[in-house]
């Protein structure tokens, strides 16, 4: 996980509305709308610390306030920076809309005060929210509450890649034990070596094609010879050749 910077709470840069375009860690995609009822100050905080975490910043019209793709995965996040009386009511609307929209949606909430704090629990049960649908975050300033947005993000990210590699490696022990299986099955066929075993899976690529395929179709297809090809198509065919008794190749005769 990269590495969270937090050196830029005095931000200084005379533009704050300039999109960083690195995105080594993902995009992050604020509203237009929340940007714009927020000071110019913060906007470039914010700025300033996505580009030195190594995302990119678009300014979208999206219903969060913003969106983060990272490894693959959509977080949403509803930022309250100032909680009031007027506020409390369009944004527990904003929560109960969004979160039917994102499966996974955060709410992260700057409260201050001890006053804010009260409106704010008093409003979470009348509004009838369940706890973790959707996760709130209460935090002490702006700042500390955007740096836990990036957070999760990245968080959810990490988790989204590690899901991904765990679900590639099961996909690919399937396959190894697939493909064990398979040539077990082949090798079994008196005569049939796993040479022979590899060029029919790489033309038919399951026992059932194999079973349907014909000595005419295997000859013109693989570089088995007429014999071999006659002993498939008998194994599969022929109920007298497949349940007679089979002599161990590797066994030698004892006299």
């Known amino acids: 996980m990269a ?3 937090a050196r830029y709470r005095d931000p200084t840069a005379q533009n704050p509305y300039k999109a960083t375009t690195s995105g080594g860690s993902g995009v992050c995609m604020m509203s237009t709308t929340w940007r714009d009822g927020q000071h110019p100050s913060f906007i470039n905080f914010i700025s300033s610390f996505l580009s030195a975490n190594s995302f990119r910043l678009n300014f979208v019209p999206i ?43 955060y709410v992260v909430v700057v409260l201050p005060t001890k006053e804010q704090n009260e409106l704010f629990v008093h409003s979470y049960f009348k509004y009838g929210m369940e706890l973790g649908k959707p996760t709130f975050v209460p935090v002490e300033d702006s700042e ?5 947005i990036v957070k999760i993000a990245l968080s959810r990210g990490v988790c989204k890649r590690q899901d991904v590699i765990t679900k590639l490696k099961a996909e690919r022990k399937q396959s190894v ?11 079994s066929i008196p ?31 693989t570089d ?6 006659e002993i498939i198509s008998r194994f599969f065919r022929d109920p007298n050749f497949y ?10 005769q004892v006299i």
């Open 63 to 105: 219903a969060p306030d913003f969106i983060f793709n990272c490894g693959g995965l959509s977080v949403a996040f509803i930022f309250v920076t100032n909680l009031d009386c007027k506020c409390i009511s369009p944004m527990f609307s904003r929560v109960q809309k969004l979160k039917g929209q994102f499966a996974h949606l």
């Open 3 to 5: 590495n969270l910077e």
């Open 144 to 148: 500390m509450g955007f740096e836990k």
């Open 224 to 229: 088995l010879s007429a014999d071999k090809a």
């Open 177 to 187: 034990q697939a493909m064990d299986v398979f040539l077990r099955v082949l090798t």
């Open 243 to 252: 349940m007679s008794p089979k002599i161990n190749r590797s066994e030698k």
């Open 191 to 221: 005569g049939i070596e796993n040479h022979d075993a590899n060029a029919l899976n790489q033309v038919m690529g399951s026992i059932e094609a194999i079973a349907k395929a014909s000595k005419e179709y295997i000859l013109q297809n």
